[in-house]
């Protein structure tokens, strides 16, 4: 693949009085044409620094990043303009035009001093509003959009630029969940399809990891590691950078889950591969009851036992005997929880007067 924008001994950050402040150094790293390429970290890490210092919005404190082999500075305004084309998070400020008027705008490089549309130009415009899926809104003004209809409309945007190169800040930030992963889809697509180079920063982790040809991590103390997702999932780079109390990292899966504590035992019997079986020992485990498949290495008493039935229902035993059948997980939990405390509290109290002195 082609390397379109390569990074050489990089330092980003910002001049303060005095001198300057340095937020990531000593960056190697290069995208390809024909990849989609997530940028994950922390909070701070300098994600939006860096790529506002790749698009040329701010300059670098050291070394320097080249565009198709030659360094960015080089470049004029207009030149750059078509090979680059930048969604920030901050769109407020464009107001008192339609959504296919600030479509338009991405057309500036190639429409000349008085920026008129040819029709090329608007058949551009009008499927790219049809890629984002924002055609009906092409007529509302900016300021009646919400957050996300703003987003998509600057995505739409930077894609009728029909750059080589589109660098994204956190592009999917204001969508509902269907249009994260319908965005990151249609980048995707665009980068395969086009030989485009996609390089977005982005806190939706596991998407990333399973929609992204190449993962970024950058950290202020670990520095920048980059690779296949799941080369960084094998060698536990995404662990080391975002593993945390409370976390566990599923390799195979890609994929965080919450590590639930549990305070007591209960055997749940059934065919642990169904779904009814997995969705009620999640249940379980959140309400900090731990299910366990045998008595084996099972703490405290098995008075009360769950079977999943396979057929939909779920049943509650108390010293064997069946005392409630249910067909929701959460009539479930409404009764076992007080169940397991009569039980114990029976238990203690029977030790008890079996044994008065200990």
Same mark, same amino acid.
């Given at each position: 693949?082609?390397?379109?924008?390569?990074?050489?001994?990089?330092?980003?950050?910002?001049?303060?009085?005095?001198?300057?402040?340095?937020?990531?150094?000593?960056?190697?790293?290069?995208?390809?044409?024909? !990849?989609? @390429?997530?940028? %994950?970290?922390?909070?701070?890490?300098?994600?939006?620094? +860096? *790529?506002?210092?790749?698009? $040329?919005?701010?300059?670098?404190?050291?070394?320097?990043?080249?565009?198709?082999?030659?360094?960015?500075?080089?470049?004029?305004?207009?030149?750059?303009?078509?090979?680059?084309?930048?969604?920030?998070?901050?769109?407020?400020?464009?107001?008192?035009?339609?959504?296919?008027?600030?479509?338009?705008?991405?057309?500036?490089?190639?429409?000349?001093?008085?920026?008129?549309?040819?029709?090329?130009?608007?058949?551009?415009?009008?499927?790219?509003?049809?890629?984002?899926?924002?055609?009906?809104?092409?007529?509302?003004?900016?300021?009646?959009?919400?957050?996300?209809?703003?987003?998509?409309?600057?995505?739409?945007?930077?894609?009728?630029?029909?750059?080589?190169?589109?660098?994204?800040? !956190?592009? @999917?930030?204001? %969508?509902?969940?269907?249009?994260?992963?319908?965005?990151? +889809? *249609?980048?995707?697509?665009? $980068?395969?399809?086009?030989?485009?180079?996609?390089?977005?920063?982005?806190?939706?982790?596991?998407?990333?990891?399973?929609?992204?040809?190449?993962?970024?991590?950058?950290?202020?103390?670990?520095?920048?590691?980059?690779?296949?997702?799941?080369?960084?999932?094998?060698?536990?780079?995404?662990?080391?950078?975002?593993?945390?109390?409370?976390?566990?990292?599923?390799?195979?899966?890609?994929?965080?889950?919450?590590?639930?504590?549990?305070?007591?035992?209960?055997?749940?019997?059934?065919?642990?591969?169904?779904?009814?079986?997995?969705?009620?020992?999640?249940?379980?485990?959140?309400?900090?009851?731990?299910?366990?498949?045998?008595?084996?290495?099972?703490?405290?008493?098995?008075?009360?036992?769950?079977?999943?039935?396979?057929?939909?229902?779920?049943?509650?035993?108390?010293?064997?005997?069946?005392?409630?059948?249910?067909?929701?997980?959460?009539?479930?939990?409404?009764?076992?929880?007080?169940?397991?405390?009569?039980?114990?509290?029976?238990?203690?109290?029977?030790?008890?007067?079996?044994?008065?002195?200990?």
């Amino acid at each position: 693949m082609n390397v379109s924008i390569e990074l050489k001994g990089l330092s980003t950050g910002y001049k303060v009085k005095g001198g300057r402040k340095v937020i990531a150094s000593d960056l190697n790293a290069s995208l390809s044409s024909g !990849e989609m @390429t997530c940028l %994950l970290g922390p909070n701070g890490a300098g994600k939006s620094t +860096l *790529l506002r210092t790749l698009a $040329a919005f701010q300059p670098a404190l050291d070394g320097k990043v080249e565009v198709s082999g030659r360094d960015i500075r080089m470049y004029k305004n207009q030149d750059l303009a078509r090979l680059v084309s930048v969604v920030l998070t901050d769109n407020s400020g464009i107001k008192n035009m339609t959504a296919e008027e600030v479509v338009a705008m991405g057309r500036s490089p190639y429409t000349g001093f008085w920026g008129r549309l040819k029709e090329k130009d608007r058949q551009v415009v009008r499927k790219c509003l049809g890629w984002v899926g924002i055609e009906d809104l092409a007529a509302r003004r900016m300021q009646t959009l919400s957050d996300g209809e703003r987003q998509k409309v600057m995505i739409a945007k930077a894609i009728a630029q029909e750059t080589p190169i589109i660098l994204l800040d !956190e592009p @999917t930030a204001y %969508l509902d969940y269907p249009s994260k992963i319908a965005m990151m +889809l *249609l980048l995707h697509r665009l $980068a395969k399809a086009m030989k485009k180079t996609v390089f977005m920063s982005t806190h939706d982790l596991e998407h990333a990891l399973q929609v992204a040809d190449q993962v970024w991590l950058l950290d202020r103390e670990l520095g920048l590691t980059t690779g296949l997702p799941e080369d960084l999932s094998r060698d536990g780079s995404v662990e080391r950078y975002f593993a945390k109390e409370g976390l566990l990292f599923d390799r195979e899966r890609c994929a965080f889950s919450i590590e639930h504590e549990t305070a007591r035992d209960v055997l749940v019997e059934g065919d642990a591969e169904s779904l009814d079986y997995r969705l009620c020992c999640k249940a379980l485990v959140r309400n900090a009851i731990r299910p366990v498949t045998t008595m084996e290495g099972m703490q405290g008493s098995v008075d009360v036992r769950i079977r999943v039935s396979g057929d939909g229902t779920f049943r509650l035993l108390e010293k064997g005997k069946e005392t409630i059948k249910v067909e929701k997980i959460e009539h479930l939990l409404h009764t076992i929880v007080p169940t397991i405390t009569k039980c114990q509290i029976t238990a203690i109290r029977e030790a008890a007067e079996m044994n008065p002195y200990e």
